[in-house]
């Protein structure tokens, strides 16, 4: 059966490259024969972390996510209290990512983030990581994140993608290839996923051998917006009290 990828992404890309004393050439986005640790070794909570706190990526994918924009806004990682209860945090564990505007607490969007690992191996062979498992689980903490009546639930799908072995000449298009790969984005189609829930992906490509802390793509693709609606007051008033008992929230001011 043949996928498609979504027609439309945002992308970036970054070349960090050292300066060394006495040297006036650099070469730009070329190939590279490092080959450092593979973006697919790092673990979920790291890599949306990572993504979020780096100021680059941080700007480039708030963008599409701030829902009050011209004002500062708040995130968080893997919320537990005082946002879910512990009968919420038995079933759930923890909001993945929260986002809402400081002065608009009611209009708050959660993320229950899911990671698939896509590697190309010199031989030219893909392999994907337990995409039904990520998907099913990701289906069922949605569902439940939804009911908690947050103003806007996603489901987002980070791909780790290192595809310094694929055959691409341009270092801007090494990513993994395969109707496997395209299968991931299916994940909009399942009838499992929770109605009003939205679908996010990000594609965090390596190209090279070069850290992905230094060297990577990125993609964005905001698939299915969730659909809006009026925050319950119980979890305003959980957010409220988050407000109040922090000293220095993480901001982001679009």
Request: aromatic share 8%; hydrophobic share 35%; glycine share 4%.
């Amino acid at each position: 059966m043949k996928y498609s990828r979504p027609r439309v992404f945002q992308q970036m890309v970054c070349h960090a490259i050292p300066l060394g004393n006495g040297k006036d050439t650099y070469i730009a986005y070329g190939n590279s024969d490092k080959d450092e640790t593979s973006v697919i070794e790092t673990e979920e909570r790291e890599i949306v972390k990572w993504l979020f706190t780096n100021k680059m990526t941080n700007d480039f994918l708030l963008r599409n996510l701030i829902e009050f924009p011209g004002h500062p806004h708040s995130f968080h990682f893997e919320m537990k209290e005082p946002i879910l209860n512990r009968n919420e945090m038995t079933k759930i564990g923890d909001i993945d990512f929260l986002i809402y505007p400081q002065s608009r607490p009611d209009l708050a969007t959660a993320i229950e983030f899911k990671k698939v690992k896509v590697f190309t191996k010199p031989n030219g062979e893909v392999k994907i990581n337990r995409l039904d498992f990520v998907n099913k689980k990701g289906m069922k903490q949605v569902k439940q994140i939804r009911k908690l009546g947050f103003h806007k639930t996603y489901l987002g799908i980070i791909i780790e993608d290192d595809g310094r072995h694929t055959d691409e000449i341009s270092t801007m298009h090494k990513t993994s290839k395969s109707d496997n790969v395209d299968r991931i984005f299916n994940t909009t189609n399942n009838p499992e996923l929770e109605q009003v829930a939205g679908v996010l992906y990000i594609v965090i490509n390596q190209p090279t051998g070069e850290s992905v802390q230094t060297r990577f793509n990125l993609q964005f693709c905001l698939h299915k917006p969730a659909i809006k609606i009026n925050q319950s007051v119980e979890r305003t008033n959980r957010i409220k009290d988050l407000i109040k008992s922090l000293k220095l929230p993480l901001t982001h001011k679009s």
